[in-house]
């Protein structure tokens, strides 16, 4: 079945950078695009960008342009999410889900919490 | 504040009809298609609804979606105690270049 599986949870410094991944697997890992979405806790969801899994091409939400970098691995058919000089509220569960025009399925979610 | 506007919770008895409103604008709703995710408290979310009233294999019957203008709207009928979740609606922006989502709905089954 298609499933996407991230890695674990995350502490980190104000300031440090953290690296998400999303493995797929169940499908054409070039077929779709990798969406990530991002929920602070009792909040809503936040689009935070997306990513080619075809050419790497990536078009990031105004307000991480400059601070978020989303790549591929197609030979391990991963996706990760950077996201750097971290603030305390960017403490959140950080989702990646498949893209074909609608986000189906989603990964399990990462927390990353933002503590010094 | 959330370019798509929900009404932040709804309720409704077990076979009761609810249905939660997504508001938005020429630039979303009003050209683009409107999907519904359903999180299940302690879970990711999922597909609920796409392309406005498209439902993926395995989402039941009694979940219905609509568009009207700017505005989407996402119907249960028959509500079921399993129905309590976070409802959110999501649209492609044109002018953002980026998707947007509502700012979601807690359903209560009383």
């Known amino acids: 079945q298609v499933q996407l599986v991230q890695s674990g949870a995350e502490v980190k410094k104000p300031g440090a950078s953290v690296k998400v991944s999303c493995k797929a697997s169940g499908y054409t890992f070039t077929s779709y695009g990798i969406t990530w979405v991002r929920q602070a806790p009792g909040q809503g969801l936040e689009w935070m960008g997306w990513?080619?899994?075809?050419?790497?091409?990536?078009n990031y939400a105004q307000k991480f342009q400059g601070r978020v970098t989303m790549t591929t691995d197609t030979s391990t058919s991963t996706a990760y999410m950077e996201l750097r000089s971290l603030r305390s509220d960017d403490t959140a569960v950080y989702y990646c889900a498949r893209d074909g025009g609608t986000f189906d399925p989603w990964g399990q979610g990462t927390l990353v919490i933002v503590s010094s | 504040q959330s370019v798509l506007t929900q009404p932040p919770s709804a309720s409704g008895t077990p076979g009761q009809r609810v249905t939660i409103s997504c508001s938005g604008s020429s630039s979303n709703i009003g050209s683009n298609t409107g999907n519904w995710y359903q999180q299940l408290p302690g879970t990711a979310p999922k597909l609920l609804i796409y392309?406005?009233?498209q439902r993926p294999s395995g989402v039941p019957d009694r979940f219905s979606g609509s568009k009207s203008g700017t505005s989407a709207s996402l119907a249960i009928s028959g509500l079921q105690s399993e129905d309590e979740a976070d409802y959110y609606c999501a649209a492609w922006d044109d002018s953002l270049n980026a998707w947007v989502f509502g700012g979601g709905t807690k359903l209560t089954v009383l």
């Open positions: 990513v080619s899994t075809y050419n790497t091409n990536t």
């Open positions: 392309s406005n009233n």
